[in-house]
């Protein structure tokens, strides 16, 4: 096993969070890979969650987003702990509010780092911790003419 090198390029970056925002306007896969960029990088871990045609056994027609106002303010507390926790280069996150259909994106995040493996847990922290802490709430309409509400915290 080779050791752990001191140079600049192994380290996180000081400026390491590039993008977070909530919008109601589609989100661009492009964009987020492109803010993420890093010559240092040998590893970028992008996840990117759509809507799905169905939930809990029941077909889903329509969804929408809400969330409070602190919501951006939450995506950059938990990105700023996620650059604290690994040897992050370069992250983004961008969650959409507003109404959805099946196979619109939802949230886009993105995380580069010196290799591939702790790009990849870092992606996984940082979207795993966006949806179980950021005020954003999802009401689901289903095929059956039912509604349901789902909280992310």
């Given amino acids: 096993m080779a050791p752990i090198s001191d140079h600049p390029?192994?380290?996180?970056?000081s400026d390491a969070i590039k993008?977070?925002?909530v919008r109601d306007t589609p989100?661009?896969?492009?964009?987020?890979?492109?803010a993420v960029g890093d010559d240092a990088s040998g590893g970028t871990a992008l996840f990117?969650?759509?809507v799905r045609n169905h939930d809990g056994g029941a077909d889903v027609d329509r969804l929408?987003?809400?969330?409070?106002p602190s919501a951006e303010a939450e995506m950059r507390r938990i990105a700023e702990k996620v650059v604290g926790d690994f040897p992050v280069r370069a992250l983004a996150a961008v969650h959409r509010v507003g109404d959805l259909g099946v196979g619109d994106l939802a949230v886009v995040v993105a995380v580069s780092c010196p290799h591939r493996g702790e790009a990849f847990e870092a992606c996984r922290k940082l979207i795993d911790d966006l949806k179980h802490e950021v005020p954003i709430w999802k009401h689901q309409t289903f095929s059956d003419g039912t509604e349901e509400w789902v909280g992310a915290c």
Wanted: hydrophobic residues 40%; charged residues 15%.
């Fill in 48 to 50: 990117v969650g759509t």
């Fill in 27 to 34: 989100l661009s896969l492009d964009e987020v890979f492109r």
């Fill in 19 to 21: 993008l977070i925002a």
């Fill in 9 to 13: 390029g192994e380290q996180g970056a």
């Fill in 64 to 68: 929408g987003y809400s969330c409070h």
